[in-house]
RNA sequence: GCGCCCGUAGCUCAGCUGGAUAGAGCAACCGCCUUCUAAGCGGUAGGUCAGUGGUUCGAAUCCACUCGGGCGCACCA
């Protein structure tokens, strides 16, 4: 049991004469937050006074005096206006961090009543490479799925490829159009993406051009609106300034929305090839989705091109997603679901859900105003009705009891209405989450692309990511006397660090907020970074290797740990606090809450090894009760990393 | 117009199911390498938690309003 379970199962018989509150005065017992006040602090006595209409100071008293922890703690205290502070033995500590000795979990038990949780994420088009979009949601989702499974749930991630969209149609219109067979050959994928690339180009080309009349009029219309609306400055000059303010902001995008299509034009015009083209195909949106609706309407010769496409896109997303280390149980994409869509209307039908509103199939859900279009005026499906689809599949044939839906935070709406007609069609039984998150941004707060206007390449952005670590590992190893690494050594060094770094600088912001992409910060090897924890964990491997002693012999040892000093004191706390980490990360799947452990660990460490010598450790008891803490140390992190997808070398 | 999210130190962010003097990392300044990797350690400085009002013994945290920013809102996914 933890720590933090101990005690409340203690607190718990001495506040039994509270009855039904007792579970929300247990919520109140937490780490302590500052270490002067203990290692975990009781504050229910302060909420309990009003009720009881005693000083919450003497209620705090009473409990302790009923309390018995004495075989865990030092004697509780009571402070300020009735904090219970708690701190435990130095022998338990040493005796609970004994009994984990040699164990990667740290003692973690697996939880006694596992889910079965299918994690949906990472999700990309499969049409288009993959670009900084899709990051967020992959290493979020992969690290969440990776706790889970640490925890003892059992975990299906399934990625739900867009496979079968508009993008398709636009693939085939430009593959019968414009390929180029030499380049195709050769990198298909490529080839395809160029073409995807031009199709949208052109569509939108044609889209913008008959667009900018009313961009320039709406423009206009709002600048006309900013004159009139001088004219009742003096009536109100308060309610003038903020409509004012608005309107200025409204002209300020009208104009940046004229001035970006005139560049879509201007790139188009000024380049002779692309404009010819343009002329050539003026109706080039509509056939692309022409193409769209043949290929879902069972086209022989539109299905046998997504046959040869699909499995060469598959390939390329393969090897991005194991550079990444990431897998998934399951990629059905929405081709899956596809023949069930039908079904999926008419239950919703059958049931009273959906009805039809200017010819669409929509559920109205009480409460919004937006409908849940299932089925388009034009008979087409929607991802609404897929998703709907695919709950079933889940529940019904994946046995699942809960779906995490690992998507950024601007389709929190779609999810509102997805649970909530989901449930109303009898899928009431599971747990649906929206995991969301926010957007990467750059340090002008814009969201993040290339200096073209681009989005940015997964592929590249690794890349990127490895030119920079580099470097770092070099300048290591090439200040020892004696070198440790090899070239090709260096080189997995250095994809460990940058592939850690970008996954590390992502989930240690709550996922919640939007966050700046900073390759310096992503990549520092001070502070709370990727590169500074693998460090910590090669550090403590170089004091084995120093000390020419094996880990596993350690850990076999039964050796016993011993409390000297507050180094060692820390150290032992933090281990017992992993699992507390998890459970806080599993509560909201909130991976920070799982490194600011690891860094905080490391942290610790540091410390610790500035202060605390192993070598020269004042008798051999104690040198061997160090190097186990090391070795903990180094299974801590090593096996708290994993669990975000992050890898860890030996020597760096 | 309707809805959702955000505003905390110079910068990037924690903290938000209310609890003790608001934390961390960078950046700045001052110290520390004959000693297991200085990618480290110790110290200093830095904040009317956007604002106003309310609820409470107690508010960065809950409620209302104001100001400022972002994002959604019927047939794209």
Redesign the pocket.
């Known amino acids: 049991m933890s720590l933090l379970n101990e005690l409340r199962s203690r607190f718990a018989t001495a506040l039994a004469e509270y009855g039904d509150e007792v579970p ?1 005065l247990l ?2 017992i ?1 780490v ?3 270490p ?3 290692d975990f ?1 009781a ?8 009720k009881v209409g005693k000083p ?1 100071r003497d209620i705090a008293t009473t409990v302790c005096q009923k309390l018995d922890v004495s075989d865990l703690c030092e004697t509780p ?1 009571v ?7 708690l701190r435990f033995r130095d022998s338990l500590l040493a005796a609970r961090v004994s009994s984990i000795v040699g164990d990667d979990r740290l003692g973690v038990s697996p939880v006694k009543h596992p889910r079965h949780v299918v994690v949906d994420f990472s ?1 990309p ?1 499969v049409a288009k490479p993959m670009h900084v979009g899709h990051l967020r949601s992959t290493v979020i989702g992969d690290a969440i799925c990776r706790t889970l499974r640490f925890a003892g749930h059992q975990v299906t991630s399934d990625n739900h490829i ?1 496979d ?4 398709f149609g636009m693939i085939i219109y430009g593959y019968r159009n414009f390929v180029n067979m030499d380049a195709y050959r050769a990198a298909p994928v490529a080839e395809l993406a160029r073409l995807y690339k031009l199709v949208n180009q052109l569509s939108d080309y044609h889209a913008t051009k008959a667009k900018l009349p009313q961009l320039k009029a709406a423009l206009e219309g709002l600048n006309q609106q900013r004159v009139a609306l001088k004219a009742t400055e003096n009536a109100d000059p ?1 309610k003038y ?2 409509a004012e ?2 309107l200025v ?1 409204q002209i300020d ?1 009208a104009r940046e929305a004229v001035e970006s299509a005139e560049k879509t034009l201007a790139v188009v015009e000024s380049d002779e090839h692309l404009s010819s083209l343009a002329a050539a195909h003026p109706t080039i949106a509509r056939l692309a ?1 022409d193409e ?1 609706a043949r290929l879902h309407a069972g086209d022989a010769s539109n299905q046998a091109l997504w046959d040869e496409f699909l499995p060469e896109c598959l390939k390329a997303l393969q090897v991005i997603y194991d550079r990444l280390g990431i897998q998934f149980d399951l990629t059905l994409g ?1 081709s899956f679901y596809n023949p069930m869509l039908p079904s999926v209307v008419e239950t919703l039908a059958e049931k009273g859900l959906a009805r039809s ?4 199939q ?1 559920v ?1 859900i009480e409460g ?4 849940f ?1 299932v ?4 008979g ?5 009705t ?2 709907l689809a695919t709950i079933r599949y889940r529940r019904d044939e994946l046995k699942a009891n809960e779906i995490l839906y690992v998507v950024d ?6 999810f509102q209405l997805l649970f909530s007609t989901a449930a109303l069609w009898g899928y009431d039984d599971m747990t649906f989450r929206h995991v969301s998150f ?2 990467v ?1 750059d ?1 002008n ?3 993040y692309k290339t200096r073209a206007g681009d989005t940015v390449g997964l592929e590249s952005l690794i890349d990127e990511a490895i030119n920079r ?1 580099r470097p ?2 070099n ?3 090439d ?2 006397e004696v070198k ?1 690494l090899n070239d090709s050594e260096r080189a997995a ?1 250095a994809e460990i ?1 940058a592939v850690g770094g970008i996954k590390y600088a992502d989930l ?9 992409f ?1 390759w ?2 992503m990549l ?6 990727a ?2 924890i ?3 964990y ?2 403590i ?7 020419q002693i094996s880990r596993s012999e350690i850990a076999d040892s039964h050796a016993h740990v011993l409390i000297t000093c507050p180094e060692e004191r820390a150290l032992c706390l933090q281990l017992l606090q992993f699992e507390f980490a998890i459970e ?1 990360v599993l ?1 909201e799947y ?1 991976p ?2 799982l490194t ?1 452990w690891l ?1 905080e660990t ?16 004042e008798t051999d008891e104690l040198r061997q009760s ?1 190097l186990i803490l ?1 070795d903990l140390i180094a299974r801590g992190l090593k096996t708290g990393l994993s669990l975000l997808g992050i890898e860890t070398a ?3």
Not at 508 to 516: E, G, I, P, Q, T
Not at 602 to 617: G, H, I, L, T
């Open positions: 929300g919520e109140m937490r302590a937050q500052d002067k006040f203990g602090q504050n229910f006595a302060m909420s309990l006074s009003k919450p205290e402070a300020g206006p009735g904090f219970i502070n999700s088009n867009g079968w969209g508009t993008q308060k300034q903020k303010n608005q902001k995008s989705r769209t929405e509103s200017d010819g669409a929509c109205f919004n105003t937006a409908p279009i089925q388009k005026s034009d087409a499906y929607t991802y609404a897929t998703d935070n601007r389709q929190s709406e779609h926010g957007t941004m340090r707060g814009k969201p670590s770092i590992v300048e290591n190893d200040r020892r440790l060094v660090v240690h912001h709550n996922r919640d907020s939007d966050y700046v900073d310096d910060k520092a090897t001070t502070g709370d970074t590169a500074a693998q460090y910590a090669a550090r491997c170089g004091i084995f290797r120093k000390l806080n509560y909130r920070h809450l600011a860094y490391s942290d610790r460490f540091s410390k610790f090894y500035d202060r605390c010598s192993v070598q020269d450790a160090r090391c030996d020597v760096m």
